[in-house]
């Protein structure tokens, strides 16, 4: 970043203090806790992020597993449900993504993640190295394939070929080294993380969603920022971010490196109510929403509706179609998920946004409203999500014992667990515990409608409803297709 | 410095771990008998044909690729053994005998499953050549491919017990196991037909007696073996009430489907035969059936069991074919 | 006194919505009383799926399921139901037992039978989805929630 670009900032900001959203009357209010926790403070957390020693093992370990999830995909045995790649990916991982490093750490998982590393690590020309752009051509990421088209787009195509990917050792193997090799031939390209940022369809996700999350890097003190020249933590972040120009949680990896990196000290991991980033505030007006964002998170919402309908439900024909690529009858299968994400959902949504402005008489145009009112659908999408993993998963945890004791399905038992048969009764707790996540995750979508109708317009109601009926049809259905 | 070549290490050892491991084991393991198991459509059994010496143990582990499979050897005493999709079960065999010894697959996994055999060879001293008797069609001359059919069929089934109670004088050689064995129901009901003391029975009464013989020719136990045989490797084709309705029928009916239903090999298959079916099974005697049994069927898809049933395993298998004409069982 | 009074509003219909949902949750469905009888189904199994695939039945029946295994080994089990059956091609197996738990309960085969096993499933509807129903009322009180509770 040029000189003159950060003086531009610097003009616009130096005067103003980074609102951390104090003027909201927020639930940790109300419970008597402060705003903002930053972890950053607390004296036996400290060491463990300035320190990179913590993060290394930890990417040493994942990238580990990686390599051997890939050897396991490609040697070990072909029934998917004794192989390590099948189950640790899309059981174990998926389960842990869903449910605990999204909705609980927003982008947490980005900051171990394994595939971006030996690009990284030979773009910095070393692992501890924290020179950006030493190696590799450092090409800028075009303009016009920036936001997170791309990302919904490689979502899309996971949702065309789930039904083979899924179940086949072989080939999530061969799609996860194809992710690698691509990370890897980019970093040597592209600047910085740029895999991750606008290609990774895992990383599409996880950041929408991550604006829901307790967890946030903001600034401390802008003053202090205002009167930095050089600003290291720009030159630190492997994402290309600015710090103090951070609006929201979707960019940032949590990778740590522009608090080991201000000498002010000046950078926060703060802890903070769930969904401060939806619908907030920013100096008295809306941050206005990205349509492309929106798009992936309408993909979300269809892609939970279709992998519910073809994972978990009585089907046959529809798997059979979903399974067998190439022939007719999935080329009508593929036809009905494009149109169901790039159609229905998309145009259901659009119209009801329309409704509500024309019922209300607001004045914004369609595009900045849909834009806007995605926010809407993302507590929503992250529930849906959240619900059928357990549906999809539960049943099948005892896989996850067995195949650490028996990684290639050759018989061996490491550890003796390699005939658990035992599986969490599914039937007792597991439908009341979708139905309860699929109610939470609709009244909260319903309270962000809520807040972003407040100051749009005195006619908040109106202008929620059609929306908001929208979201009841999604979670109705959603019902109807996990435990109906 | 120091501390970015400790990292550096970490993660090579890391690595170069994951890597290694699975590849070490992976190459380890040829050295073991792995038997894969797949469908004969995909493969079949990996590899295919293994060599022993009489008297050594030979070590298989067994895994599938798939589905369900089991692993038994042909004309052997020993329990089949279930072949798990990504478990390993192992079993160990010693041969008494040198020989070919055929193994094969115990439980339906498609169409083809019959198809998938192997071999093993035991090499060892040449033990005396045995006299290997030609089944018993062979010996009686009979074409087990030509068109038969019964003249006169049963009004209702034959049952075997009111055959025995009419307490008819049924000459002699009627009744040997030879005459049996190579004749048909039908021959036997125009030969009583004929005889002069049964004259006072109706037609009906007749194919009971008929069913008579054919109970006294068989026990209990030879049809408890049957059925378990029949309903293992039978059932599938040619149902479970014998009437040719089994799973696979439908795809064997080439001349109904007027397509090759996807056989290995490009034969011909037709639909299976219909054991309650009165006109062309009366007709038919029990060395005919052990014929077809053994042989297997040209052009019709039908399997040929010669390496896997015993003989005793083939009569008996014959015995409750019967069941599906005639009632055998004792009592009214 | 006006900032009292809407407080005392807001009270109230908070009170009146947490009672709509207690009902949604507690209140017993009006059940056709149905006297149990005895059903069976032949459930075709073949790589991967069941036909039929969907069972209906009334609480109490006695339910006989004939297994048909159509291609390869197949199994089938039922969530909640102790109860397991596997099926060879040519050998129907036999399982019943009494639906005496209501709601909708998926069933599974549970001999690995090809890449799509583990997704090889079926429902049992025993009377009504209870859970279903008051789900979708729960939601549209859940929304209703939302839009009162959000803060701004």
């Known amino acids: ?484 | 410095m120091r501390k970015e070549w400790i990292a550096r290490s970490v993660v090579l050892v890391l690595v170069a771990a994951a890597i290694t491991v699975p590849v070490a084991a992976w190459l380890a393991r040829s050295r073991g008998i792995v038997m894969h198991a797949r469908m004969a459509e995909t493969g079949g059994w990996t590899p295919e044909s293994l060599t022993v010496e009489v008297g050594q143990p030979l070590h298989l582990r067994l895994t599938s690729d798939d589905v369900m499979h089991s692993f038994a050897i042909g004309k052997s005493d020993e329990p089949p053994v279930d072949v798990i999709p990504g478990e390993i079960t192992e079993v160990t065999l010693t041969f008494d005998e040198p020989g070919k010894y055929t193994f094969y697959c115990t439980r339906w996994c498609s169409v083809n499953h019959w198809r998938m055999r192997g071999t093993i060879e035991v090499t060892g001293p040449e033990a005396a050549a045995e006299a290997v008797e030609p089944p018993l069609y062979v010996t009686l001359g009979l074409d087990i491919d030509a068109e038969h059919h019964a003249d006169v069929i049963p009004e209702r089934k034959p049952s075997a017990s009111l055959g025995a109670q009419l307490g008819a004088d049924i000459p002699s050689e009627y009744q040997s196991r030879e005459y049996y064995r190579s004749h048909s129901p039908a021959e036997l009901w125009k030969a009583l037909r004929a005889e002069s003391s049964l004259s006072g029975l109706s037609d009906q009464e007749v194919w009971d007696l008929v069913a008579f013989v054919w109970q006294s020719n068989t026990t209990p136990q030879d049809l408890s073996v049957g059925q378990q045989l029949y309903t293992t490797n039978c059932a599938a084709c040619h149902g479970e009430t014998g009437a040719g309705d089994g799973v696979f029928a439908d795809e064997l009916d080439q001349p109904k489907t007027g397509e090759h239903a996807g056989m290995q090999t490009g034969e011909m298959t037709t639909a299976p035969t219909d054991f309650t079916e009165p006109e062309h099974v009366l007709a038919a005697s029990p060395a005919h059936l052990q014929g077809k049994i053994l042989r297997g069927g040209m052009g019709t898809g039908m399997p040929y069991w010669g390496p896997i049933f015993t003989e005793e395993q083939t009569w008996a298998l014959v015995a409750y074919l019967w069941t599906f004409q005639f009632e055998l069982e004792d009592g009214p | 006194m006006r900032e009292s009074s809407s407080r005392w509003l807001r009270g109230w219909r908070w009170a009146a919505l947490a009672s709509l949902a207690l009902l949604a949750l507690f209140l017993p469905l009006p059940v056709n009383a149905t006297t149990p009888v005895e059903r069976t189904f032949h459930i075709q199994a073949s790589q991967f799926a069941y036909t039929p695939a969907v069972l209906a039945v009334n609480p109490g029946d006695r339910v006989t399921i004939e297994l048909l295994a159509t291609d390869v080994v197949h199994g089938l089990s039922i969530d909640g139901y102790e109860l397991e059956a596997t099926a060879d091609p040519g050998q129907t197996a036999r399982l019943t037992f009494v639906a005496d738990r209501q709601g909708s309960f998926r069933f599974r085969c549970t001999v690995t039978c090809g890449n799509l096993h583990p997704f090889m499933i079926g429902k049992l509807q025993v009377g009504q989805n209870a859970l279903l129903w008051r789900g979708a009322l729960l939601s549209a009180l859940v929304v209703v929630a939302g839009l009162w509770g959000a803060r701004k």
Not at chain 1, 256 to 261: G, Y
Not at chain 1, 377 to 384: D, E, N, Q, R
């Open chain 1, 1 to 484: 970043m040029g000189g003159a670009e950060v003086n531009k900032l610097q003009g616009a900001m130096w005067k103003e203090r980074f609102l951390t959203g104090e003027s909201e009357r927020s639930s940790s209010r109300w419970l008597g806790l402060p705003e903002r926790i930053d972890l950053y403070r607390i004296p036996w957390i400290r060491p463990l992020l300035y320190s990179r020693w913590p993060q290394f093992l930890a990417r040493a370990l994942t990238l580990a597993g990686f390599i051997f999830t890939i050897t396991a995909g490609l040697l070990g045995s072909r029934v998917g449900s004794h192989n390590f790649a099948i189950i640790f990916v899309w059981i174990a991982w998926w389960t842990a993504l869903k449910l605990a490093f999204i909705p609980l750490g927003g982008r947490s998982w980005c900051s171990v993640c394994p595939i971006p590393l030996p690009g990284e690590w030979l773009q910095q020309g070393g692992i501890f190295e924290n020179s950006r752009g030493r190696f590799g051509l450092n090409l800028r990421w075009p303009k016009r394939l920036k936001g997170s088209w791309l990302q919904s787009g490689g979502f899309l195509l996971i949702g065309l070929f789930s039904a083979v990917t899924l179940t086949d050792a072989r080939v999530t193997a061969w799609v996860l080294l194809g992710l690698f090799g691509l990370a890897i031939v980019l970093s040597l390209v592209v600047e910085r993380r740029a895999f991750c940022s606008y290609i990774c369809p895992i990383g599409g996700f996880t950041g929408i969603y991550a604006k829901t999350a307790p967890v946030e890097v903001r600034v401390i003190d802008t003053a202090i920022c205002a009167a930095h020249r050089e600003k290291t933590c720009y030159q630190s972040c492997p994402w290309g971010l600015y710090p103090l120009a951070l609006r929201d949680s979707a960019q940032c990896g949590l990778c740590m490196e522009c608090l080991r990196a201000c000498p002010s000290d000046n950078i926060a991991v703060n802890l903070r109510p769930f969904g401060t980033d939806l619908a907030a505030e920013r100096r008295g007006s809306r941050s206005p929403g990205r349509l492309d964002e929106a798009f992936l998170a309408l993909v979300m919402l269809g892609s939970a509706l279709a992998f519910s309908a073809v994972f978990t439900g009585p089907w046959g024909a529809l798997k059979a179609a979903a399974f067998a690529i190439g022939s007719p009858a999935w080329l009508l299968y593929g036809l009905g998920f494009l149109i169901l994400n790039l159609a229905v959902l998309p145009g259901a949504f659009a119209t009801a946004v329309w409704a509500g402005q024309r019922w209300s008489g607001a004045k914004a145009q369609l595009r900045s409203a849909v834009a806007e009112q995605s926010q809407v659908l993302l507590p929503l999408g992250l529930f849906a999500w959240i619900a059928f993993t357990i549906s999809f998963a539960f049943p099948k945890m005892n896989y996850v014992l067995s195949v650490i004791s028996d990684p290639l399905g050759w018989g061996w038992n490491l550890l003796g667990t390699a005939n658990t048969t035992w599986s969490p009764d599914v039937s007792g707790f597991s439908p009341g515990l979708q139905v309860a996540l699929l109610l939470v995750g609709l009244a909260w979508s319903a309270s962000v409608a809520k807040r972003l109708a407040m100051t749009n317009t005195g006619r908040a109601l109106r202008q929620m409803l059609p929306g908001l009926a929208f979201c009841l049809a999604f979670s109705l259905a959603m019902l109807w297709l996990l435990v109906g």
